[in-house]
Structure formats: C-alpha cells, structure tokens
C-alpha cells in the first residue's frame, strides 16, 4: 500500500463518524423534520465538512474521499440553504440527474458500446446467412414476416390505454433490470445490453432481407430514439452502482455500493418519465398511418435530442 493511500485511509477513519452524520442529518433536513438543535448541529457539521474537503482537494486531489466529501458537503449545503417546496423538486428532478448523467460518462459509453456491438453482431449474423434468423430472431416476428405483416399491427386494434400500460410495464422491467444487475458487477447488465442489441440488430436485419425493413423502421422512428436512450441510462445507473461493487476505494465496500446506489437512482428518476412518455408514443402514434414516416422520424429525433440536451446541459449553475 503506497503512503498516499496510508495518509487517505488514515484521514478517512478519523473524520468518517462527522461525515455520516452530516449525512444523516442533510437527510432528515431534506424531509423538512429537523428540530432547531439539529439545524445548528448540521450547520456545525456541515462547516467542518467544508473544511475536510479544502484539505483534502489539496492533500488528496481526485481520491475517492474527496469526491464522496464534495456530494455529502453540496447535500448538506442544499439543504442549508436551498428553498423547501419546489426548491427541493428542482433539486432532484432538475439538478441532480444530469449532475450524475455528466460525471459518469465512462459508464454511459460502456453502455453504448455493448449495445452497438450487439446489434452489429445481430445484424451481421443474419446478413451473412439468414438461417440464423431461425435462432436470433423470435418466432412470433418470423411468422409474421412470412406473412408480409408486422407483428406490431395488433397496436392498432388495442385501446391505447391498455397497450401502452403493458408496454410501459415491459419497458420498465428491462429498465430496472439493467439498473439492478449491476448488482453481478455490471457482468448482468453488459450480457442485457448485449443480448437486446443482437436482438434488434438480428430482427431489423430479417425484416430487410423480406423488404420490409422500412415499414418497420417507420414503425420504430417515434418512440425508438427515446426508447433505447431510457435503456442506456439504466444501463449506465447499473454500472455506477458496478463500479463501487468492484472497487470500493477508501471505504467498505457496503458503504460505497450504498453511495453509488443512492447516486445512480437519481438517473432512474428521469427513465421512469421518459419510459411513460414513450409508452404513450408507441401505443398511438407509432403504429398509426395518420402520421408520416418523416413526422414519426422528427418527433423521434426530437424526444431523445430534449433529453440529452436536458442531461448535457440542466443543473449546471447548481453544480
């Protein structure tokens, strides 16, 4: 163990014990029960905290302890000094989901990267001999290219309400999986990511081959886009909550997956809402014929640019 890594560990242990209560405290200030002597007691604490963390950005820069110490300094300082009510709405919904989407970058094109490899692995198996359509892709899609229709065409005879709501209960458990499997060491997570690429890649490479990659790219261009953004950012979630699993840092292991869980739940916060709204797209405007493929194609486009652009660019002031 080099001393670097001694001097961390040795200011960890002795400092530790004020910052859980700070964060604990910064917690109970949050709900908006915290009696006078408590707030006093969080003030106190949270000016310690700011201290650490001075020390430790110059002792210690880019260690594991000075990042944990910067969120549980800026969650003491929010709720020190930022307003109740809608204050704390905008703190969760506005400012801290796209604060972790940004600091967590690596995860989310690890993400990407899985689900690329998949689909170009899918797409290409199918190309280079279609037989392997009868393993790849489900049965039900082939009887129905083999009948020249969609098997997306039952959206049109459903009540929206009823089709979109199994279609956001689908959608959300594929969701939580890639956001709870992290739990395997992201192992879980990179084979469901995997697997949903070679997936897609393996059907829209069939439905090509039968001519009718078109109709179902007509079919996927509203809520598509949207759909496997929500998917990434699980994914990514899970690999937050991996990373600690596998390398702690400075702290016990508990400790940091419990951290990385209670950040990476932030981004869940933003999939569950966008998971709504495509449900709602895929059971309406995606299987109708009242809308063209090129405005089906732009509000696509345009669902999933809103939210990278609110992820790249909200909460920066706060931050």
Not at 181 to 197: E, H, P, V
Not at 228 to 253: H, N
Not at 289 to 307: I, N, Y
């Amino acid at each position: 163990m080099s001393a670097r890594a001694r001097n961390v560990g040795a200011f960890v242990r002795a400092r530790r014990a004020g910052w859980d209560r700070l964060e604990v405290l910064a917690r109970r200030a949050e709900s908006g029960r915290l009696p006078l002597a408590e707030v006093e007691e969080l003030d106190r604490a949270y000016r310690r905290a700011a201290g650490d963390l001075a020390f430790a950005r110059g002792a210690f820069p880019g260690s594991d302890a000075e990042g944990h110490l910067a969120n549980v300094a800026a969650r003491a300082y929010a709720a020190l000094y930022r307003p109740r009510g809608v204050g704390i709405v905008r703190m969760f919904v506005v400012d801290d989901p796209p604060a972790v989407f940004r600091r967590h970058l690596r995860a989310l094109a690890l993400a990407g990267a899985l689900l690329a490899a998949g689909a170009g692995a899918g797409a290409l198996a199918v190309a280079a001999d279609p037989g392997a359509a009868a393993i790849l892709v489900p049965e039900q899609v082939r009887d129905a290219v083999l009948a020249r229709q969609l098997w997306t065409e039952h959206l049109l005879h459903a009540v929206p309400g009823i089709s979109g709501a199994a279609i956001a209960h689908n959608n959300l458990t594929v969701a939580s999986l890639a956001f709870g499997l992290g739990l395997t060491a992201g192992l879980g997570t990179a084979l469901l990511l995997f697997l949903n690429g070679l997936l897609l890649g393996a059907v829209l490479a069939h439905t090509a081959q039968a001519g009718m990659g078109g109709a179902l790219l007509s079919f996927v261009a509203a809520h598509g886009p949207a759909e496997l953004s929500a998917l990434l950012l699980s994914a990514q979630a899970g690999f937050v909550v991996a990373a600690a699993l596998v390398d702690p840092g400075e702290w016990p292991r508990r400790t940091a997956v419990a951290s990385a869980g209670r950040e990476a739940v932030r981004l869940m916060a933003v999939v569950v809402p966008v998971l709504a709204v495509v449900a709602l797209v895929e059971a309406t405007v995606s299987p109708s014929a009242h809308f063209s493929p090129a405005a089906k194609g732009t509000l696509g486009v345009a669902l999933a640019a809103a939210l990278w652009l609110f992820l790249a660019r909200a909460g920066r002031r706060a931050t």
